[in-house]
Structure formats: structure tokens, C-alpha cells
């Protein structure tokens, strides 16, 4: 029982996890500059993401640019775009391998398919939470490189946007879903190893008697 409550749990940690990433993933809200100048009234937010730049006023018109040319883009944002989707859907493949895989599910079979479809569920939130955490890390280190650039002047000067964080948040939350489900297919194989089944061992008389015939008759 403690067992399957705890699959929940990593369960539930890994759907905040999916659905944190697919959001990282499409907001444009990686990079963040805020440029107020000399009235507030003309305000401008800029937000830059994986797939769209976008520009908030402050009058209320807000607008977005697709990035059509990959080919134009930094490398560590082309990066980020195949990782993230990567990510994405390692954590959607992880989510449908551990529901059959759970014990609190009929599906999967007997318990050692249901075993090792936990087992791999767990491998794939493990690689979808290492492949959602170098995209933002990498990204997050541009960011602060330029910030702290002295030749680059302030208006061209970014922040890390929500998205960054949400992406930090939910590569966390995969990597612990993946573990706990591991680590739960870890130490029930290991306790079938240390506890073997007990085997019966027959006496020779008893093996005689399973015989068909007795020795006997033939000295």
C-alpha cells in the first residue's frame, strides 16, 4: 500500500511536471526587458521566447513575431527548442508507460511486466527532466553573461522570464517523479534477491516413492 500511494504521488509530481514543460516550452516569456524611458505612458515590455517575440504596452496593445528563420537564431536557443520538445515527449511517453505500470492500475499484466513498464517510466522522467533542465540553464547563463556585458547598452540588457523558472520547476519535479519510480521497481527487485524462494528438498525415500518402480526389485 505505501508503495502504491507513493507511485501517486510521484505520478501526480510528474503531471505538474508535463504540464509545467509544454507551458515552458510555447511562452514567450524567456527573456524579459522593460524599458520604461522618460514617460509611463509609453511603457514597453518585451517578452522573448523559443517560438515568438512579443511586445506588451502599457496603453493595453499587446503584439507577437514568430521566429520563422531557424537558421538566423542563436545556437543555444535552436538547442533549446529540441530539447524542450524532447523533453516534451519523453514526460508524455513517461506519463502513459507508468499508468500501466502502477499498482493502483489493473493494466500491465502480472507484476513483473508491471514492474519493468514502471521501471522505464521512470527512465524516461529522468531523461525528460535532464533535457528540460540544460535548455534553461544554458539559456538562463546567456542571459546573466549579457546582463553583466559592460559593452552591451542597457536597452538591449534582458531578465530571466517566468518561463525559465517554470522550466526549472518542472525539469525538478520530472527528475523526482522518475526516481521515486524507480527506486520503487529498484527495491522490490532487490528484495526477490536477498529473500529467494524457498525450495523443497525431498528426502530419498520420497523421491523413491514419486518414482514409478523401486530399485529393489531389480538387486
Known amino acids: 500500500m505505501a508503495s502504491a500511494s507513493l507511485q501517486f504521488f510521484a505520478f501526480i509530481l510528474a503531471l505538474f511536471g508535463v504540464f509545467g514543460d509544454i507551458a515552458a516550452t510555447l511562452l514567450p516569456h524567456w527573456k ?10 509609453t ?7 523559443l517560438w515568438m517575440d512579443c511586445t506588451w504596452y502599457s496603453t493595453g496593445m499587446f503584439s507577437c513575431t514568430l521566429k520563422y528563420s531557424i537558421l538566423s537564431l542563436p545556437v543555444y536557443i535552436q538547442a533549446a527548442r529540441t530539447t524542450m520538445v524532447l ?9 502513459c508507460i507508468t499508468t500501466v ?15 519493468n513498464a514502471c521501471f522505464a ?5 529522468i531523461l525528460a527532466g535532464i533535457f528540460g533542465l540544460v535548455p534553461t540553464c544554458w539559456y538562463t547563463r546567456e542571459i546573466i553573461s549579457n546582463f553583466l556585458d559592460q559593452t552591451i547598452p542597457e536597452s538591449s540588457k534582458h531578465e530571466p522570464g517566468g518561463a525559465v523558472y ?11 517523479a522518475g526516481v521515486i519510480f524507480c527506486s520503487s521497481c529498484f527495491k522490490r ?6 529473500y529467494p524462494p ?19 526389485d531389480y538387486v
Open 32 to 41: 524579459v526587458n522593460a524599458d520604461v524611458g522618460s514617460n509611463i505612458i
Open 43 to 49: 511603457a514597453i515590455t518585451q517578452m522573448q521566447g
Open 87 to 95: 523533453s516534451c515527449i519523453l514526460s508524455a511517453f513517461g506519463i
Open 101 to 115: 505500470g502502477m499498482k493502483c492500475t489493473r493494466l500491465g499484466g502480472d507484476t513483473d511486466s508491471k514492474n
Open 121 to 125: 517510466g521512470g527512465i524516461c522522467f
Open 166 to 176: 517554470t522550466g526549472f520547476i518542472s525539469a525538478g519535479l520530472l527528475l523526482i
Open 189 to 194: 527487485q532487490q528484495g526477490a534477491w536477498i
Open 198 to 216: 524457498k525450495q523443497h528438498h525431498f528426502s530419498s525415500t520420497e523421491q523413491e516413492s514419486n518414482t514409478g518402480y523401486s530399485l529393489k
